[in-house]
C-alpha cells in the first residue's frame, strides 16, 4: 500500500487538526444533546422547572472502600424513563443537578456488584436538595444456598484515565502470553513476532503490579503468562506521579494475587501448535492479621515461518543483487517462582515483601540459502547458511513495602525498597557453507563463527510517597526516588579453526562495557475540584547522571543534569452521564547501553552493529483530549492526541565500501503524531457483546541521515472488533478481526496485514473447571513486510509464520478462587492514576 507523503506538512497538519477538531466537538455536540434531560423522553414528562438537586456517596459494603467510577442514574417513577445520570468521583460522590420537580428512584451499580436501588425519592419546591448519604454495593459473588452467582466483568473498561484490560474475560488470551491479551486491546499495535507498539511507538514502560520489569518493552510482556493477569492497564498520558520513561505512556500488568479468606488457587494448563504448552499455579492463603501466596510458572512457546529479502547495491554502473530467503524460526521459553507475605499490624499499618525468581530463553535459527550476483553479469554465487541464537538467563527481584494511613481519610503514607537483577548468556552460532546453483555443498571449508555475550544488571529502587487532603476534595501528594541502574556486558567473538578444530577468540571484535546511570527524582501534585470541574497540577525533577566506560577506552559523552516533567490534567463531569478530559504530559526515552556502546558487533557476513555514545534522550510534549459517555445503551469513547518527540532516537543502516551494512542508531529532530481514537463498547442482545475500536492518525518524521535530509510522513490507521457471544450450556464464544495500516520508518515503510482469530469456552462444575480451544491467524494472513532504502542502497524484506496456530487450555479453581475487590490500591501495587474527577 503506498503511504500518503505531502511536501509540505505545515499546510497539512492545519486543515488535519481542524478536520480532527470539528469531528470531536460534532460527536460532543451531539452525544450531549443526545443525553440532556430535556431531549426527549428523558424529561420524563417532567414540566416543572429543573432546580432540584440529588447527592449522595457509594462505598463498598464490608470494607467502607469509597467507590469511583461507579453508575448512579435517576430515573421517573412514573414511567421508569432516565431523567439524568453520573459517574461517582475519586472520593466516592455524585451530584445530580437541575432535576425537575417530582418522585424518582434511583439505580447505583459498578462492574463486578449487585445493582442498589433507592426508591421513593421526591424532589419538591420545599425540598429542592435531596442527600441520600451512604449507598453501599455488595459484591455480585455471593453464595446463596449453595449456588454461586457471579456477575460477569467487561472485557475492556474505559475509565477517564486509563483503560482495562480484563485478561479472565478474553477467551483468546488462555494459554498465551500478556502479548496475546494485548493483540485485543485499543491503542495497542502488535506484529506476528509479537513486538508491541502503543499508538504506533514502540518507547514504552512495563510495569508489573506498579514496578518495573527487569527485562525491557515486548521482551516481558511474552515472559508472562496470560492466565497469571488479572488486568491489563494502558495509561497513555500518567501524572507526574509516575517515571517519566516511555514517550507512549504506561502498560501495567497486575498479577492475581489476593484473596480475602482461608486457602484458595488457581491451576492452568494449555497445549498447542508447534509444541507450545504452559502450566502454572497460584495458592494464597489468609489467616487472621497475615496473607501469604506462592506461585509458579512454565511456559514455552514456538513459532515457525519463512523469510526472503533483497538487497541491491550501487557502485558505479555495477548494481549488487543479494536474494535470500529460507525457515526463520523463533521460540520463547521461561519458568519463575514467586511468593509474598503481607502483615497487617493494625488497620491502619501494612508491611509486606514478596520476590521472584526466575529463568529466560528467547531462542531462534534456521537454515537460508543465499543467491549474489551482479549487473554487468559477473558469476553467480550460491551458499547457505544456518544460524542458532540464545538469548537466555537467570533473573530475580525482591519488594519491602510499608504503608500507614493516618485518622484522616486519604491521610496516607507509603515506601518501597525495589531491588531485581539479572545475568543474561547471550550466544550466536553462524555457519556459511558455499554451495552449487542447486545449494548443494561444494568441497570448502564453511565459514564458521560463534559470539557470545554476558550481561550483568542491577537495578535499585527506593520510594517514598506522602499524600495530604487539604479540604474536601482537595489534596498535595509529595514524593521521592531514588533509581540506580548498573549494567556490565562481555562480548566475545570466536572464530573456528579447522585445523585445530578449535574456537579462537577474535579480539578485534571483542569488546566490554561498563554502564551506570543514576537518577534522583521528587515530585510534588496538587489536584481539587470545583463544581462539576477537576483539575490537577503536577511538577516532577529529575537529576541524571550518566556515564559509560568502554573497554577500548572510548567515553561515551557524560550526561548531569536536571530535567524537569510538568503535568497537567482538566475535567469536566455532566449530568448526561459523561465526561471530558483533557490532559498534558511532558516524557522521556533514555537509550539503554546497548544503544550506546561504540563497538561493532557481528550480525552476519554482510550486517554489523554499532551503538552510537553520543546518542541523547528523546523528549516528548503529549496532549490529550478525551470524552467518554453513556449513549444509546453502548460506552462511546472518544480522544484526540498530539505528540512532538524531539531527538527522535531511529535505528539507521548505511552502505559499507565493501558492500556490507553497518547499523547504528541516530537523533534526528524530531517526529509528529496527530490522530483520534473512537472506542465503542456496545450490548445489541443478552448473549452479545461487541468491543469496536479505531486509530486514525498523521505521522511525519524529520531529520538527518548522513547529510541527507529526510521529511516523511504517512496516515496511518488500525482498527478491531471484538465480539464475545454466550451460548447454551455454559459455553462462550469469542470472534475479533485485527488491522494494522501501513507506516513510515526512517529510512523506508511497513506495510500493513490483518488477523482473524476465534476462540469456544466451556464451564464445568459450578464454573470451577473451564476449558478453551483457539484458533489464531485463521485465514494465515499475518506477515510483516518491509522496504527500506538509504544512499547506495534499496532493500525489500519479508517474514510470515506458519498458521493457524490452535490451543487447548485447562484452568481449575480451587475454593472458588477469586481475586480480592481491592478498592484502596493496595492489592499487589495495582497503579492509581490520581486524576481526581
Given at each position: 500500500?503506498?503511504?500518503?507523503?505531502?511536501?509540505?506538512?505545515?499546510?497539512?497538519?492545519?486543515?488535519?487538526?481542524?478536520?480532527?477538531?470539528?469531528?470531536?466537538?460534532?460527536?460532543?455536540?451531539?452525544?450531549?444533546?443526545?443525553?440532556?434531560?430535556?431531549?426527549?423522553?428523558?424529561?420524563?414528562?417532567?414540566?416543572?422547572?429543573?432546580?432540584?438537586?440529588?447527592?449522595?456517596?457509594?462505598?463498598?459494603?464490608?470494607?467502607?472502600?469509597?467507590?469511583?467510577?461507579?453508575?448512579?442514574?435517576?430515573?421517573?417513577?412514573?414511567?421508569?424513563?432516565?431523567?439524568?445520570?453520573?459517574?461517582?468521583?475519586?472520593?466516592?460522590?455524585?451530584?445530580?443537578?437541575?432535576?425537575?420537580?417530582?418522585?424518582?428512584?434511583?439505580?447505583?451499580?459498578?462492574?463486578?456488584?449487585?445493582?442498589?436501588?433507592?426508591?421513593?425519592?421526591?424532589?419538591?419546591?420545599?425540598?429542592?436538595?435531596?442527600?441520600?448519604?451512604?449507598?453501599?454495593?455488595?459484591?455480585?459473588?455471593?453464595?446463596?444456598?449453595?449456588?454461586?452467582?457471579?456477575?460477569?466483568?467487561?472485557?475492556?473498561?474505559?475509565?477517564?484515565?486509563?483503560?482495562?484490560?480484563?485478561?479472565?474475560?478474553?477467551?483468546?488470551?488462555?494459554?498465551?502470553?500478556?502479548?496475546?491479551?494485548?493483540?485485543?486491546?485499543?491503542?495497542?499495535?502488535?506484529?506476528?513476532?509479537?513486538?508491541?507498539?502503543?499508538?504506533?511507538?514502540?518507547?514504552?514502560?512495563?510495569?508489573?503490579?506498579?514496578?518495573?520489569?527487569?527485562?525491557?518493552?515486548?521482551?516481558?510482556?511474552?515472559?508472562?503468562?496470560?492466565?497469571?493477569?488479572?488486568?491489563?492497564?494502558?495509561?497513555?498520558?500518567?501524572?507526574?506521579?509516575y517515571d517519566p520513561d516511555g514517550v507512549a505512556g504506561i502498560i501495567n500488568v497486575v498479577l492475581k494475587e489476593k484473596i480475602d479468606k482461608g486457602l484458595s488457587g488457581v491451576v492452568n494448563g494449555s497445549v498447542g501448535s508447534f509444541n507450545t504448552n504452559s502450566f502454572d499455579f497460584l495458592l494464597n492463603y489468609h489467616y487472621q492479621k497475615f496473607n501469604f501466596f506462592i506461585g509458579a510458572d512454565y511456559n514455552n512457546r514456538r513459532h515457525e515461518g519463512e523469510r526472503e529479502s533483497r538487497d541491491e547495491t550501487y557502485r558505479n554502473d555495477t548494481t549488487f543483487y543479494r536474494d535470500n530467503f529460507g525457515a526463520r524460526n523463533r521460540g520463547r521459553e521461561g519458568y519463575s517462582v514467586r511468593g509474598g507475605i503481607e502483615y497487617f499490624i493494625t488497620g491502619r499499618t501494612m508491611v509486606s515483601a514478596e520476590g521472584r525468581v526466575g529463568y529466560y530463553d528467547f531462542n531462534g535459527g534456521g537454515k537460508s540459502y543465499l543467491h549474489q550476483y551482479t549487473l554487468p553479469a559477473t558469476p553467480d554465487l550460491y551458499s547457505a547458511n544456518l544460524s542458532d541464537m540464545s538469548r537466555s538467563g537467570n533473573y530475580y527481584n525482591g519488594k519491602l513495602s510499608f504503608q500507614h494511613k493516618f485518622d484522616k481519610k486519604g491521610h496516607q503514607i507509603d515506601m518501597m525498597l525495589y531491588y531485581a537483577q539479572r545475568d543474561g548468556n547471550d550466544s550466536d552460532?553462524?555457519?556459511?557453507?558455499?554451495?552449487?546453483?542447486?545449494?548443494?555443498?561444494?568441497?570448502?571449508?564453511?565459514?564458521?563463527?560463534?559470539?557470545?555475550?554476558?550481561?550483568?544488571?542491577?537495578?535499585?529502587?527506593?520510594?517514598?510517597?506522602?499524600?495530604?487532603?487539604?479540604?474536601?476534595?482537595?489534596?498535595?501528594?509529595?514524593?521521592?526516588?531514588?533509581?540506580?541502574?548498573?549494567?556490565?556486558?562481555?562480548?566475545?567473538?570466536?572464530?573456528?579453526?579447522?585445523?585445530?578444530?578449535?574456537?579462537?577468540?577474535?579480539?578485534?571484535?571483542?569488546?566490554?562495557?561498563?554502564?551506570?546511570?543514576?537518577?534522583?527524582?521528587?515530585?510534588?501534585?496538587?489536584?481539587?475540584?470545583w463544581k462539576s470541574f477537576g483539575y490537577q497540577l503536577g511538577l516532577r525533577g529529575e537529576y541524571t547522571y550518566r556515564e559509560i566506560k568502554n573497554a577500548r577506552s572510548v567515553e561515551g559523552t557524560l550526561i548531569d543534569r536536571w530535567d524537569l516533567f510538568p503535568s497537567l490534567h482538566l475535567s469536566k463531569s455532566f449530568a448526561n452521564n459523561s465526561q471530558l478530559l483533557a490532559s498534558y504530559t511532558r516524557r522521556i526515552d533514555r537509550p539503554s547501553g546497548w544503544y550506546l556502546d561504540p563497538f561493532i558487533?557481528?550480525?552476519?557476513?554482510?550486517?554489523?552493529?554499532?551503538?552510537?555514545?553520543?546518542?541523547?534522550?528523546?523528549?516528548?510534549?503529549?496532549?490529550?483530549?478525551?470524552?467518554?459517555?453513556?449513549?444509546?445503551?453502548?460506552?462511546?469513547?472518544?480522544?484526540?492526541?498530539?505528540?512532538?518527540?524531539?531527538?527522535?532516537?531511529?535505528?539507521?543502516?548505511?552502505?559499507?565500501?565493501d558492500n556490507t551494512f553497518m547499523h547504528t542508531f541516530e537523533n534526528l529532530n524530531s517526529d509528529y503524531s496527530l490522530g483520534g481514537e473512537l472506542m465503542v463498547r456496545f450490548d445489541p442482545a443478552k448473549w452479545l457483546n461487541l468491543n469496536l475500536s479505531a486509530n486514525l492518525y498523521q505521522y511525519r518524521l524529520e531529520g538527518n541521515i548522513e547529510d541527507q535530509s529526510v521529511d516523511d510522513e504517512s496516515l496511518n490507521w488500525n482498527s478491531r472488533l471484538n465480539a464475545i457471544v454466550k451460548l447454551p450450556y455454559e459455553l462462550r464464544l469469542q470472534v475479533n478481526g485485527i488491522y494494522n495500516g501501513p507506516t513510515i520508518t526512517a529510512q523506508g515503510e511497513s506495510e500493513g496485514f490483518f488477523m482473524t482469530n476465534v476462540a469456544l469456552r466451556k464451564d464445568f462444575f459450578n464454573k470451577n473447571l473451564s476449558a478453551t480451544f483457539s484458533v489464531r491467524d485463521i485465514f494465515n494472513t499475518g506477515k510483516h513486510e518491509f522496504t527500506s532504502s538509504g544512499t547506495g542502497f534499496s532493500s525489500y524484506n519479508y517474514f510470515n509464520r506458519k498458521a493457524p496456530i490452535f490451543s487447548l487450555s485447562l484452568s481449575w479453581k480451587i475454593n472458588n478462587y477469586e481475586k480480592r475487590n481491592d478498592r484502596n490500591g493496595v492489592n499487589g501495587g495495582e497503579i492509581e492514576m490520581d486524576n481526581d474527577f
Open positions: 500500500m503506498k503511504l500518503l507523503c505531502l511536501d509540505n506538512f505545515e499546510i497539512l497538519m492545519k486543515p488535519t487538526l481542524a478536520a480532527i477538531i470539528t469531528i470531536f466537538l460534532f460527536f460532543f455536540t451531539l452525544m450531549a444533546s443526545a443525553q440532556q434531560p430535556g431531549g426527549g423522553a428523558g424529561r420524563s414528562g417532567q414540566d416543572a422547572a429543573p432546580i432540584g438537586t440529588v447527592t449522595g456517596t457509594i462505598e463498598e459494603f464490608g470494607t467502607g472502600n469509597l467507590m469511583e467510577y461507579a453508575n448512579v442514574v435517576l430515573f421517573s417513577v412514573r414511567d421508569s424513563a432516565m431523567v439524568t445520570g453520573a459517574v461517582t468521583t475519586m472520593d466516592g460522590k455524585f451530584t445530580l443537578e437541575k432535576v425537575p420537580f417530582g418522585r424518582y428512584y434511583l439505580v447505583a451499580n459498578f462492574i463486578g456488584f449487585n445493582k442498589e436501588t433507592i426508591q421513593d425519592i421526591k424532589v419538591t419546591p420545599q425540598k429542592t436538595f435531596v442527600d441520600l448519604g451512604l449507598i453501599k454495593l455488595h459484591s455480585s459473588t455471593e453464595t446463596l444456598e449453595a449456588v454461586e452467582i457471579t456477575a460477569q466483568k467487561q472485557l475492556i473498561e474505559y475509565q477517564i484515565d486509563k483503560k482495562v484490560v480484563n485478561v479472565s474475560q478474553d477467551i483468546m488470551a488462555q494459554g498465551g502470553s500478556a502479548v496475546t491479551a494485548l493483540e485485543n486491546t485499543p491503542s495497542v499495535q502488535v506484529d506476528i513476532d509479537g513486538n508491541v507498539s502503543l499508538r504506533g511507538s514502540s518507547s514504552f514502560t512495563v510495569l508489573i503490579d506498579g514496578r518495573p520489569s527487569i527485562l525491557q518493552g515486548s521482551d516481558a510482556l511474552q515472559q508472562i503468562p496470560a492466565s497469571n493477569i488479572e488486568t491489563i492497564e494502558i495509561i497513555t498520558n500518567p501524572s507526574a506521579k552460532e553462524q555457519k556459511e557453507i558455499n554451495t552449487d546453483a542447486l545449494y548443494q555443498p561444494i568441497e570448502e571449508e564453511p565459514y564458521f563463527i560463534r559470539t557470545t555475550e554476558e550481561d550483568d544488571d542491577n537495578d535499585f529502587r527506593f520510594n517514598v510517597d506522602y499524600v495530604l487532603p487539604v479540604s474536601e476534595d482537595g489534596k498535595i501528594e509529595v514524593g521521592y526516588q531514588t533509581r540506580i541502574e548498573d549494567k556490565k556486558e562481555i562480548y566475545v567473538f570466536n572464530d573456528y579453526h579447522y585445523a585445530t578444530s578449535e574456537w579462537v577468540e577474535d579480539t578485534v571484535f571483542s569488546n566490554s562495557m561498563d554502564f551506570r546511570r543514576d537518577i534522583h527524582a521528587m515530585y510534588g501534585i496538587y489536584s481539587d475540584k558487533n557481528y550480525m552476519d557476513q554482510f550486517n554489523y552493529r554499532q551503538g552510537n555514545p553520543d546518542l541523547q534522550p528523546e523528549y516528548t510534549d503529549s496532549y490529550e483530549l478525551g470524552y467518554q459517555m453513556l449513549a444509546w445503551g453502548a460506552m462511546i469513547s472518544l480522544e484526540g492526541y498530539y505528540r512532538v518527540t524531539t531527538n527522535k532516537i531511529a535505528r539507521i543502516r548505511t552502505l559499507q565500501s
